[in-house]
């Protein structure tokens, strides 16, 4: 059983930066694949980025790629997204997950999810 809590949410202007942090709780945490989804209003729940569980490969969407990075501590249980060059767009609820993958299936499969934070880019 795996426990996620993320912070580091909040609001901020066009341009600005945050980092958002995911604590997880449980000893199996470097086992899995760790990713940050989002979910803007009335917008599916999307793949922003992933971190496999030895940190040596990630995955970041066209979308905030060369403006977001993923990066894991398994030392200290926590994932963390860093938000640069945030526009209006990047507003949305961000989740933190574990994933799991599935070699039948050739993909990960979340088992995990947080509670989400809220990001707002103002203009």
């Known amino acids: 059983q795996v426990q996620l809590v993320e912070s580091g949410g909040g609001l901020v202007q066009a341009g600005g930066s945050l980092r958002l942090s995911c604590a997880a709780s449980?000893?199996?945490?470097?086992?899995?694949?760790m990713g940050w989804f989002r979910q803007a209003p009335g917008k599916e729940r999307e793949l922003v980025a992933r971190i496999r569980w030895s940190g040596t490969s990630t995955f970041i969407a066209n979308s905030v790629e060369g403006r977001f990075t993923i990066s894991r501590d398994n030392a200290k249980n926590t994932v963390y997204l860093r938000m640069n060059s945030l526009k209006p767009e990047d507003t949305a609820v961000y989740y933190c997950?574990?994933?799991?993958?599935?070699?039948?299936?050739?993909?990960?499969?979340?088992?995990?999810w947080g509670q989400g934070t809220q990001v707002t880019v103002s203009s």
């Open positions: 997950a574990a994933a799991e993958f599935v070699p039948t299936m050739g993909s990960y499969v979340v088992r995990y």
């Open positions: 449980g000893r199996t945490f470097s086992y899995y694949a």
